[in-house]
């Protein structure tokens, strides 16, 4: 099997940023950790602004390994950039 590199867009905190996660957190991560798990490079790129919004600490908010925040409205920029093999977009339900 090859590896891919995959891009995982969450519309929600994920688990390791200090925050409560919900479902649409942790169906991201959980789909991150898989695809790790058989392989795959994968970056999981969380909303910002959801984090932005929940974050009320001063320091920016701890990122687990492969984790990035990024605007929704630069995904389009992101994925341009990194030409992932497949980008996947999780929603809240």
Do not use: C
């Not at 950790?33 to 929940?54: E, P, S, Y």
């Not at 920016?60 to 409205?73: F, G, I, N, S």
């Not at 389009?76 to 497949?86: D, E, F, Q």
Request: proline share 10%.
């Amino acid at each position: 099997m090859t590896s891919e590199d995959i891009l995982i867009f969450a519309n929600d905190v994920v688990p390791g940023m200090g925050l409560p996660v919900a479902a649409p957190g942790l169906r991201a991560w959980g789909l991150a950790a898989g695809l790790r798990a058989h392989g795959h490079r994968v970056t999981l790129a969380v909303n910002r602004d959801v984090v932005k919004r929940m974050w009320r600490r001063g320091l920016p908010p701890p990122m687990p390994p492969d984790t990035m925040l990024v605007q929704a409205r630069y995904l389009g920029n992101l994925v341009n950039t990194r030409h992932p093999s497949a980008l996947i977009v999780t929603n809240s339900n």
